[in-house]
């Protein structure tokens, strides 16, 4: 069974950074693309980033463009999302997810796995 555990979040100041993790276990990971999202209190859940198998091509949601960078060490089965220059606005829960289905890689129903979550909270 498919096993994704994030870690990383936190409460962090407006300008600050975080780098969060997910730790993937139960088929070989380096087969699958994997994505972040996240849902913010009272609001759907949105796409944010999403890496290739081999790493070679990454996708972002226009709102975290060129502040968030997605990476993966297959080795370590981990996909990373390193935020810099968080802002209030990026206050939500953050899932790991493994994709299944092909897809544009940034429709929540392209992947089949998911995480529990982490919380990233941005203070002002």
């Known amino acids: 069974q498919v096993q994704l555990v994030e870690s990383g979040g936190g409460l962090v100041q407006a300008g600050g950074s975080l780098r969060l993790s997910c730790a993937a276990s139960?088929?070989?990971?380096?087969?699958?693309?994997m994505g972040w999202f996240r849902q913010a209190p009272g609001k759907e859940r949105e796409f944010v980033a999403a890496i290739s198998r081999g790493a070679g091509l990454t996708y972002y949601a226009d709102s975290v463009k060129g502040r968030f960078t997605i990476s993966r060490d297959n080795a370590k089965n981990t996909v990373y999302l390193q935020m810099n220059s968080l802002k209030p606005e990026d206050t939500a829960v953050y899932y790991c997810a493994q994709r299944s289905w092909s897809g544009t890689y940034s429709r929540g129903d392209e992947y089949g796995y998911w995480g529990q979550g982490t919380q990233v909270t941005v203070s002002s």
């Open positions: 139960g088929r070989t990971f380096s087969n699958y693309a």
